[in-house]
Nanobody
Framework: QVQLVGSGGGLVQAGGSLSLSCTIS????????MGWFRQSPGKEREFVAG????????HYGDSVRGRFAISRDTAKNQMYLRMNSLKPEDTAVYYC??????????????????WGQGTQVTVST
C-alpha cells in the first residue's frame, strides 16, 4: 500500500514562510506526477501546485503562483512545497497527492489516486 506522508505544517504570521514535505513510502510507487491540494473550512478543495516527477515541470494554481514553489527529490522519494509571502487566506489543510498515470490536467482532484493525510497550515494576521 502506498503512503504519502505530509509534514511541516504549523502556525506562521502573515508575510512569513513555511515549507511542507511529502514522503512516499510503502509499496514501490513510481509516480508520474505529484502535487498539493488544500482545503479551508467551508470551501472546496483547491489545487495548489503540481510537478511532473520525471521532468520536474511545475504547475501552479492562480492564487499561489509567484509565492509558492514546488520541487522534488527523486532519490529520496520526497516532494516539497516552499510557501513564501503567506496570507491569512492560505490557511488550510494541505494534502500531498500522487498518481502513476500522467495527465495534462493537474487541477482535477479526481485524477489523483493517492492522497496524504493532510497537514494544517495556519497563517495569522
Amino acid at each position: 500500500q502506498v503512503q504519502l506522508v505530509g509534514s511541516g505544517g504549523g502556525l506562521v504570521q502573515a508575510g512569513g514562510s513555511l515549507s511542507l514535505s511529502c514522503t512516499i513510502s510503502g509499496r514501490t510507487f513510481r509516480p508520474t506526477d505529484m502535487g498539493w491540494f488544500r482545503q479551508s473550512p467551508g470551501k472546496e478543495r483547491e489545487f495548489v501546485a503540481g510537478i511532473n516527477w520525471i521532468s520536474g515541470l511545475t504547475h501552479y494554481g492562480d492564487s499561489v503562483r509567484g509565492r509558492f514553489a514546488i520541487s522534488r527529490d527523486t532519490a529520496k522519494n520526497q516532494m516539497y512545497l516552499r510557501m513564501n509571502s503567506l496570507k491569512p487566506e492560505d490557511t488550510a489543510v494541505y494534502y500531498c497527492v500522487g498518481r502513476e498515470t500522467t495527465n495534462w490536467r493537474y487541477n482535477a482532484e479526481g485524477l489523483w489516486t493517492s492522497w496524504g493525510q493532510g497537514t494544517q497550515v495556519t497563517v495569522s494576521t
